[in-house]
């Protein structure tokens, strides 16, 4: 056996990102109570404002399914709500309650 090739290395590479990302995650949650997407789509919320699944899901890079799990999660522990658009009824928005920004501005950063 010789030098590992690059697509062998590549992988090595690959696979110690994900434990780092594992471990990040980790202690994320115990930091906060919640992982590093759940975090990433609140922060988006408050970045963006009002904001539909599809805005946060391209502001994110997470698909509009995976972004609606996400927000029913944050929604149960009351930490985003969803209201209409005062001017599209048809629009539903993705806001963050009081305790959704107190939660984000106690988190540390992923």
Known sequence: MGQP???????????RIIRATD??????????GLTIPQIVVLRAIADLGDV???????HVSLSQATVTTILNR????ALVTRVRSESDKRVVN?????AGV???DSSPTP
Do not use: I, N
């Open 74 to 77: 944050l929604e149960s522990r």
């Open 52 to 58: 539909t699944v599809r805005r946060v899901s391209e």
């Open 102 to 104: 107190a939660v984000l």
């Open 94 to 98: 993705a806001r963050l309650t009081p």
């Open 5 to 15: 090739t690059l697509w062998q290395e590549v992988l090595v590479e690959l696979r």
């Open 23 to 32: 471990l990040q995650s980790k202690r994320m949650v115990k930091a906060c």
